[in-house]
């Protein structure tokens, strides 16, 4: 694998923006019951809790809105994702409704978070058909994709991907962005 030609997708919620935590604290709110980040450990939890896929993205659109009190998954990302750069190119890689992408730039660049370009699509089922050698994503549903498209994906751990198995060539499992950038670097080596 090329260190020139190498294209990285790197996704936003779940792996730079802990959305979820808002989300959580927004519906909790919203609900009067209680939801803890490490029970939600399915990709559509949303479902379990009885409400419809528009009200999930309501709360969504909600935190974005209040990106100001938006955590990242990671101190440092700034840093971390300069030193993926040093790799190759980073776009990053992003599907959500236009109206809180004005808030996703912000969210960006309070965080000091530099990229090549930044693509936004209309649902992340569409990832995995984007012309990138490596996937930062902690989306399932890439798994499939990748593995027949021999794409790379690190699949960023998180309560909701934990039922993936990461036993394929194409998909391993990561912790970090550090974990991501050794990860990479190992592939380069070979
Ligand atoms: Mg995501």
Not at 66 to 73: E, F, I, V, Y
Not at 124 to 137: C, E, P, T
Not at 147 to 171: A, G, H, K
């Amino acid at each position: 694998m090329s260190r020139v030609l190498l294209r990285i997708s790197l996704d936003v919620d779940g792996v730079l923006a802990d959305t979820i935590r808002l989300w959580i604290r927004l519906w909790s709110k919203k609900s009067g019951q209680r939801l803890d980040y490490e029970d939600v450990i399915e990709w559509n939890f949303w479902r379990g809790l009885g409400i419809t896929s528009e009200e999930f993205m309501e709360l969504m659109r909600m935190a974005w809105r209040m990106w100001r009190d938006l955590p990242p998954t990671e101190p440092n990302l700034s840093e971390k994702v300069a030193r993926l750069r040093t790799l190759g190119r980073v776009d990053i890689v992003t599907a959500r409704p236009r109206d809180v992408e004005k808030y996703t730039l912000l969210w960006l660049e309070a965080h000091g978070i530099s990229f090549d370009d930044i693509v936004w699509i209309r649902s992340s089922g569409m990832k995995a058909r984007l012309d990138y050698d490596v996937f930062i994503d902690d989306s399932p549903l890439l798994v499939d994709g990748c593995m027949l498209r021999t794409r790379i994906l690190l699949l960023y751990d998180r309560p909701w991907n934990r039922n993936i198995s990461c036993e394929s060539e194409f998909v391993r499992r990561i912790r970090s962005l550090d974990e991501a950038y050794q990860v990479i670097k190992g592939m380069l080596a070979r």
